[in-house]
DNA sequence: TTGTACGCGTTATCAG
DNA sequence: CTGATAACGCGTACAA
């Protein structure tokens, strides 16, 4: 029996239907022993409450959505599935919805708050640059989870990252440590507003610190539509890189896919990692500690980032927390693709 | 303004809502003239209906479900992403749900289709042994993609996956192929129902084609609980195989993330990949091309997989056709890893 | 071709 | 503590 409401386990249970919202509901005002009963009735007759209706009637759903920019980039992977956990173990339902890159975020979050008229929104991927006017008609709050974003934060948006210009200057310190001065790097395209710029931004800091001018020769932006953080784009960008001739002993590469990518185009040119030229990541994926040689990278602390996301978003909602802003410490990790510059 | 609704349009445009809903919903019997000014109106007051009213009134919901078994296989992220572009595409709203590994997929399955009122379930992963009792009681259409099912499919039951024994049974004998006769194999907890169980029957099978005997000695099931697909376990698994000192010439990773982990594990204990030992994968990973060295491999097509399975449910809830069980075929993907016995 | 009115299943209000 | 009843926003039969 599938068409079962709530009038069904009234009639059933010979009360009326709003003890029984009460019983299922865990309204205070209801004898323990009819509610007993009637949560009994409603386990046997495997009845489950219309999810739209409650909405309808809510004029609120318990839902929050999750809209990911790239879904194809793996590191998003684990943090979506994480993040459906969350949302899961809360009794919300996650709606999980991907943006194509041309597509505006915001656009499809707008959308999708008034027909599903969800709590919140997290946005992963991608850049944030919208007109305040428009972000101000996102009424639900939201999280900008790895994300890049210029303006100050609005009321209702809380955010979670690392400092990416921070870490990227800590790991091309740590290359200039070794010796290395040459450093060529493999980012985002040119016109990108997001964490691409901010690493490459962190590049270049630690380079002015060392005293070492910046060269463009050494940068490698993505050109094509088709490129991404991958490994066929980390290739293809190596492979440009060698093809101009210009010599460099480290190649940063500003995701470890890029890396991997990377560090084919290298050994198929004939040079060796880390021997003659060192090669470093950023993201911490797993790959990069199986992968040979290991990639020495930034890690980021996913887990820790989905989980103060969901938090942050579920304090906005529920306990209507002023949004926070949460930066999490990167940890460089040295594995055996970089080395000092012989 | 959020609280829109029809009535809202209906009184602007100076019409009744059954006309406005008319109008949205591609109804013949209404003037086009009439349409099209409501389209503007609705366009320009930037009015969404609303999801859960819709829904509540079609009984019905214009959204399907996948649930997945195991979600931080990465195996999985490029299907689910395909099956969200597809379900995008048909105006369908997907829902994403992880499964516990411990959880009854069915009860779940079961549990959302009443609470959503869905149309139709994808199932990843997981093996898929029911009652037929139970499975009798989803009522809605499903696919089960990359599952193996033992019992004879349901009426409204299609599915879509490669011939896992078929494909495993192929690889075997091109490492037999190459001269390899103690072939170690990476496989799934002893217990299990699903591929993993297909997959080394396959292996068994092209042994046993050879006249070599099965010795369970090169076999290392998973046993932990945390034994996964993964990095960490085929790194794990082959650490504890190596130990038992019974040598082999070749190792067959069931699956790619589980042959990378073992060429670590292979290399830190002084053993070359393929020089001293062959490794090869299943799934045809992208990370297979760009590890070092190249994985041999299955390649399983991903995109035409979960094309098909949206295909197929998309064909069950709308013509009703008769549900399909589309085989694909894997493609052998020769790389460095594998090499003839020395 | 258009408008009116009802009902979908639930929760909340209010009177018993 | 309980039950009747009014919303919630939409689609649609039916009447105009």
Redesign the pocket.
Not at 3 to 7: E, H, V, W
Not at 27 to 35: A, G, L, Q, S, V
Not at 56 to 59: C, E, F, G, W
């Given at each position: 029996m599938s068409?079962?409401?709530?009038?069904d386990?009234?009639r059933r249970c010979?009360?009326?239907?709003?003890?029984?919202?009460?019983a299922?509901?865990n309204?205070?005002?209801?004898?323990?022993?009819?509610?007993e009963m009637i949560l009994r009735e409603i386990k046997k007759a495997n009845?489950?409450?219309?999810n739209?209706?409650?909405n309808?009637?809510?004029?609120d759903a318990k839902a929050i959505a999750v809209l990911v920019k790239g879904i194809d980039n793996t590191f998003f992977s684990e943090l979506v599935s994480v993040l459906e956990k969350c949302a899961h173990e809360k009794k919300y339902t996650c709606i999980l919805q991907r943006v194509d890159e041309m597509e505006d975020e915001l656009d499809v979050a707008l959308q999708l708050v008034r027909e599903k008229k969800l709590r919140g929104i997290i946005f992963l991927g991608g850049s944030f640059s919208h007109p305040k006017e428009k972000l101000a008609e996102l009424s639900v709050p939201y999280v900008l989870s790895t994300i890049y974003v210029d303006a100050e934060k609005q009321g209702n948006c809380a955010s979670v990252a690392v400092d990416d210009e921070k870490e990227s200057c800590k790991m091309t310190e740590y290359l200039l440590d070794l010796g290395h001065r040459d450093i060529a790097i493999l980012t985002a395209r040119r016109e990108d507003e997001s964490i691409g710029k901010l690493r490459l931004l962190g590049y270049q800091q630690a380079l002015s610190r060392h005293g070492i001018p910046f060269d463009e020769s050494l940068v490698c932006y993505m050109d094509e539509k088709t490129d991404r953080y991958s490994f066929r784009s980390g290739y293809r960008l190596t492979r440009q890189l060698l093809e101009r001739g210009r010599k460099f002993t480290a190649l940063y590469a500003t995701s470890d896919t890029l890396a991997i990518g990377a560090c084919k185009a290298l050994t198929e040119a004939g040079i060796r990692v880390p021997e003659d030229c060192s090669v470093a990541g950023f993201d911490g994926m797993d790959i990069g500690e199986y992968y040979n040689p290991g990639i020495t990278t930034i890690r980021q602390p996913v887990e820790k980032i989905a989980e103060a996301s969901a938090r942050l978003l579920f304090d906005m909602i529920k306990k209507k927390n002023k949004p926070g802003h949460e930066i999490f410490e990167g940890e460089l990790l040295v594995r055996s693709s970089t080395g000092e510059k012989r």
């Open positions: 068409g079962m409401t709530i009038k386990i009234a010979k009360v009326g239907v709003s003890t029984v919202s009460r299922m509901n309204h205070p005002d209801i004898n323990p022993e009819t509610k009845y489950v409450p219309n739209s209706a409650q309808l009637k809510r004029a």
